[in-house]
């Protein structure tokens, strides 16, 4: 029996869906900063002449991380795809990274203990390099 290869879309989308809030967010504190004259509008033409409000860097750089680790995370999930390498183990894997990565902005986005933040960190890369390896020993079981 053979594993659904498009499953491995499904968490991917779950973290496509967390960079659409974290921008909707961002969008959010932004427009609120300028509402509430907290920032003025020009300091948004070039992000000079002045300093953001904590929550509103806090949800910039959150927005921002989600185009680091995860980028390595959507091309793990592709690749696996296009070799037909989604397994079970790899398709748990990737649900895995998901949690550590929801934990991981749920922490930044509310209480922001770095701490606490690390952990679900480290823990994201654990699963993505897990996913790594087990799809570069898939890929070796072909060659």
Not at 15 to 32: D, E, G, N, P, Q
């Amino acid at each position: 029996m053979t594993f659904n290869q498009a499953l491995i879309f499904v968490p991917m989308l779950m973290v496509v869906a967390l960079t659409i809030a974290a921008f909707i967010r961002l969008a959010y504190v932004r427009v609120r900063t300028l509402r509430m004259r907290e920032m003025p509008l020009k300091y948004y033409t070039a992000f000079q002449g002045g300093t953001e409000p904590e929550y509103v860097t806090i949800a910039a750089r959150h927005y921002m991380n989600l185009f680091e680790a995860p980028v390595v995370f959507y091309l793990a999930c592709l690749t696996a795809y296009a070799v037909e390498a989604v397994t079970p183990g790899t398709y748990f894997t990737a649900w895995a990274y998901v949690v550590f990565r929801l934990a991981q902005s749920a922490i930044h986005l509310t209480y922001n203990n770095v701490r606490h933040r690390a952990y679900a960190f480290f823990l994201g890369w654990i699963a993505l390099t897990v996913l790594w390896v087990q799809i570069a020993r898939s890929l070796l079981a072909h060659v």
